[in-house]
């Protein structure tokens, strides 16, 4: 199985700084990577897929980037809606995982 | 507009087992495969289960192999999840998603459900 590793676990930042999350991957999984975005209570939602395509309701401040094993999401700019846990995801093979989770808290 | 709606979750004890349904509406539900993936509390997001828009592909986590089963019927927009020898660690919100390249899982879950929440309590 493929695992992977997110980091870090949770971070604090202001509103305006530049966020960065690692994913890496214990194998190759080619661009089959995956981001999500959820907010609590709420079902985690598609952010950016095949590495670095953003689905349509991304702003563009947000971006992936990555290949082989290890890869990146950045927030250019961290707005109080971005506020939320961020989770990567290899479809390269199954069974599809999940990184742990990064939470982006307020500072 | 596209949807997923779940249900059949609740309370069960230890042992017993539980069937989850997932309707899907808005799209082409024969063209997709399907996805189940939960939450435990706190936790984070772990995938359980596929199967492929016909259904002649199953596949599924270690930890639900041999006791959870994942089906589909085409003709009513329903993806199933039967959970047997269910433990209190299966405790979680239960979702299910559709994968956004259609019948290939190559680029993420685009759709999702609300969840629907087992808790496994004697």
């Known amino acids: 199985d493929i695992q992977m590793t997110q980091s870090p676990s949770s971070l604090s930042a202001s509103v305006g700084d530049r966020v960065t999350v690692t994913c890496r991957a214990s194998?190759?999984?080619?661009?089959?990577l995956n981001w999500y975005q959820q907010k609590p209570g709420k079902a985690p939602k598609l952010l950016i897929y095949a590495v670095s395509i953003l689905q349509r309701w991304v702003p563009s401040r947000f971006s992936g980037s990555g290949s082989g094993t290890d890869f990146t999401l950045t927030i250019s700019s961290l707005q109080p809606e971005d506020f939320a846990t961020y989770y990567c995801q290899q479809s390269n093979s199954a069974p599809l995982t999940f990184g742990g989770g990064t939470r982006v808290e307020i500072k | 507009q596209v949807q997923l709606v779940e249900s059949g979750g609740g309370v069960v004890q230890p042992g017993r087992s539980l069937r989850l349904s997932c309707e899907a509406s808005?799209?082409?539900?024969?063209?997709?495969?399907m996805h189940w993936v939960r939450q435990a509390p706190g936790k984070g997001l772990e995938w359980l289960a596929l199967i492929t828009s016909v259904g002649g592909g199953v596949y599924y986590a270690d930890s639900v192999k041999g006791r959870f089963t994942i089906s589909r019927d085409n003709s009513k927009n329903l993806v199933y999840l039967q959970m047997d020898s269910l433990r209190t660690e299966d405790t979680s919100v239960y979702y299910c998603?559709?994968?956004?390249?259609?019948?290939?899982?190559?680029?993420?879950?685009?759709?999702w459900g609300q969840g629907t929440v087992v808790t496994v309590s004697s």
């Open positions: 808005g799209f082409i539900f024969s063209s997709y495969a």
């Open positions: 194998q190759t999984i080619d661009n089959d």
């Open positions: 998603a559709r994968s956004a390249a259609g019948s290939r899982t190559s680029d993420g879950f685009d759709v």
